[in-house]
């Protein structure tokens, strides 16, 4: 297995960036909802980094790659929605198929929780996992992260949210 390193995204990244999404994108969008296809080009990937770098600056979102020696970027994750007065943020995460099931994912969320505590002092992280994605709720259980009831509001009946105090 090769061994990876986990970083925040940066401006450089646009090119590997678009490479794993474009590699993934339909293994993605079966467990994930589809991004705008207007995503997959340079410019709607430099668009989205900018946008994720601006939340990071402003203390709302902080984006990591997880990266292989020699630069390929085989997952993603994300602390997204940080919101300093309640101390929580979502959590979100993504593994090139190719790289699944050799715990990446559960390493991902380890360090997201790592990191809401060390550099965001935050209480409380969720995660919306819809009811299909077996491996998803798997790696959060893992995590320690335990099923919320939801209220059975519209669209959300197949969705589960997970919640995790720290
Ligand atoms: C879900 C996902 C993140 C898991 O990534 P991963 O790196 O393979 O996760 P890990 O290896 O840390 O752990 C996954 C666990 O789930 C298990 N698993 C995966 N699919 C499963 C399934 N359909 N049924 C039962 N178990 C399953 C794996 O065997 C593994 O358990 P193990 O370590 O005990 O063998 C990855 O499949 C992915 O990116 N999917 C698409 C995007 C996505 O769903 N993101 C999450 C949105 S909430």
């Known amino acids: ?78 602390l997204k929605g940080i919101d300093t007065s309640e101390r929580s943020a979502e959590v979100g995460y993504r593994i090139a198929q190719r790289a699944c099931g050799r715990g990446l994912a559960t390493l991902a969320v380890r360090h997201l929780i790592q990191e809401a505590q060390l550099q965001w002092n935050l209480k409380q992280l969720v995660a919306n996992v819809y009811a299909e994605n077996v491996g998803s709720a798997k790696v959060l259980e893992r995590c320690g992260f335990l099923i919320e009831p939801v209220s059975r509001q519209e669209g959300t009946e197949h969705e589960y949210r997970f919640g995790l105090l720290i």
């Open 1 to 78: 297995m090769k061994p990876v390193r986990i970083r925040t995204l940066q401006s450089t990244d646009a090119e590997a960036l678009l490479r794993f999404e474009l590699d993934n994108r339909e293994w993605f969008e079966r467990f994930i909802d589809a991004r705008d296809a207007a995503f997959y080009s340079a410019q709607g990937v430099a668009d989205h980094i900018a946008a994720y770098l601006s939340g990071f600056a402003a203390g709302t979102w902080h984006p990591f790659v997880i990266e292989e020696a020699g630069g390929k970027i085989v997952g993603r994750a994300n």
